[in-house]
Every structure is written in C-alpha cells, then in structure tokens.
C-alpha cells in the first residue's frame, strides 16, 4: 500500500470527519465537484483519511461510469478497514478507562466516534470519559494548590513565634514584607486565573483558583461572589473534595542561587530561552536591573524561534516528510504551548501517523 501524503488535501480537510450521506448534498454539486471522484477516494484512503474516502464513495450517483467499482471498494475495502479502526479504537478506550487512564480514553474514544456511523453509544461513553477526566484533573490540582497555599502561610506564620529577636527586627521585617508580597501576587494571580477559566467554560478550575484566592484574602466581597457564580457553573457531577484534615505539607518552595544578569544573557546567547525565561524570572524576582526589557526580550526570541520550527514543520510536511515535521512542532509547543495553530498542527500530524501505522 502506497503511503505517500496528499499534503493539499491534508491542509484543507481534518483528519477525520464524521459520515454523510449523499442525500446531505445537491446532485449538481456531487457530480461536478472533483472531490467527490473514486480516484480521489482511492487517493484518501491510500493516506488514511477513511472517512473522507467514505464519503466522497457514498456520494458517486448511480449515473456515473465509477458507481460499480466505486460500491465495490467501498464494502470490500473500505467498509472493512473502517471496521477495523474503530473496534481497535474503541479497545484502546475500554482498556485505558479501566486502567483510569483518561486522556487516553478521551482520545480513542474521540476517533471511535468520528469513524461510527451510529456513533450514540460511543458519545455517551466519550461524555463519561471526559467527565472522568475533568474529575481527576480538579481533585489532583485541588490538592496540590491546597498544599502550596498552606506551605506558604505557614511560612509567613513562622516569623512570628522566633524566641530573641525583636518584633520589629529590621532582616524579620523585611522577610515578613517579602513573604507578604509573594502572597499577594498570588491571590491576585489567583482571582485573574478564576474568570478566565470560568471564561474558557472550565468552573472546576475556576473553582481551585477561587478557592486559594478566598484561602488568601477570606474577607473579599468579589471573591465570594465569583465563588458563587462558579459554583452555578458546576457540571453535573463534578464533585468538589472536602478538605482534608492533616494535609503532609510538601516543599515547594526552592531555594534559588542568586542569578545574575550575565548569567540570564549566557542563556540567550546559548540559545536556551525557555531556561533564560525562568532565570530572569528569579532575577526579577531578587530585584534584578532592567529585568522586565530582559523578560520581554526572551519572549520575542522564544517568538520567532517558536514561529521557525511551526514553518521548518510545514516545510516538512509539505514535502511528506511526517515524523519530521512532527519533531519540528513539538519543539514550537514546547516554546508556545498557548499557540492554538501549533498545538492542533502538532495534534493532526500526530493522529494521521498514528492512523497510517494501524492501517499498515
């Protein structure tokens, strides 16, 4: 089996699309369009694409000189491989829901669906799925954002009770000022991240935000009331964990050596942007000169570095070169994994390797 790409193709149509029919489409358009022809059908399938080859054979009108060997390749070749896709994918989401492996659930059951054509059962599954998987994501955050907020207190609460050293000792002070600063940064980062996810349509993580915000500032008046609002927003059946007594604390605050500015430009020059952010976070962080030009520098470079390797990546691709390009894209999402236009590149390439690995 040939398994050259039709990168044209591959750029206008998604990888899989559900099932038509030929009745959801004019005579006129499925006899004049070229996509509609058993060669381009052939050509789909031959690249994994079994649902466009499906469909384009399903609209062939009787009339035309291909109907035949075009019924003919769908019930002896597609149909079967289509069959075979499905109930491999549907395998994959069984197991990996008993192995409480989400993700993955959610994903094989995303293409089991998309290959159905009585795809009720597998939604509902998919549905129960993605629920899991939002649970499991809310509770493990959850606690992790119950155990740093509650390391940070006690951090702050520790300055108080240290026996021989005046209250208003001017090192004492001072840490008390820092620790109350790195608080503050963090309830109000908190607040933001709460109506942004309740934004995106995500309540559950609205909520962990919310929640450490209200654990940092309790007395807040806009707080309770954007708590309120998430908890109207709640779906059904997510359920929000009590908080447990006797948390064991973790450390999550690490001691940094100083970073310096030249040690924030030799990352740069080494071309290790994503460790140069963070360095010049901490620099920033330790007062550092100059240290927002620094940061906004990194981020233009991680920009064009990122936007480098999404075009080195649709280069390869176009010239059929898939794990190549897929390589290039991992490494554009690892610098901007915000970018949309990386991440579902990346995606795509991936699901067509994986299909065309199945389907050999």
Known sequence: MRNRLSIALLLLVPLVLNACSSAHMPAEIRALSFLNTYESAVHDFRNGHVMEARSKLLAIDKSNPDYE?????????????????LRAYVQRAERAKREKNWSVAVRNYEQAVALSDRPADLKSRLAQAELA??????????????????????ALDALGGLRGLDAQDPVLVREREYRMERLEDR?????????????????????????????????????????????????????????????????????????????????IR???????????????????????????????LMDRQAASYYEKGRAAFRQERLNEAIRYWRLAVELRPDRAEYVEALRRAELLKERLDMLR
């Open 270 to 300: 080494k071309g290790r942007y994503r460790d140069a952010r963070q360095a010049a976070i901490a620099y920033r962080r330790a007062g550092g000169s100059k240290a927002d030009e620094l940061l906004e520098k990194i981020g233009r």
């Open 187 to 267: 309830a109000r980062d908190a607040y933001r991240e709460a109506r942004r996810y309740l934004r995106r349509g995500l309540p559950e993580m609205a909520y962990v935000a919310i929640e450490s915000y209200l654990r940092l500032v309790p007395d807040s008046d806009q707080g309770k009331a954007l708590r309120q609002k998430i908890l109207a927003q709640m779906p059904k059946g997510i359920v929000i964990p009590p908080k447990a007594k006797g948390i064991v604390v973790k450390k999550v605050l690490n001691v940094h050596r100083k970073v310096t500015r030249k040690d924030v430009e030799e990352l």
């Open 69 to 85: 060997r075009a019924q003919a390749f769908l019930h002896n070749t597609v149909e079967p491989a289509r069959m075979r896709l």
């Open 133 to 154: 998987l939002r649970q499991y994501r809310f509770e493990h955050l959850l606690r992790q954002r119950r155990e740093e907020d509650r390391t940070l207190l006690m």
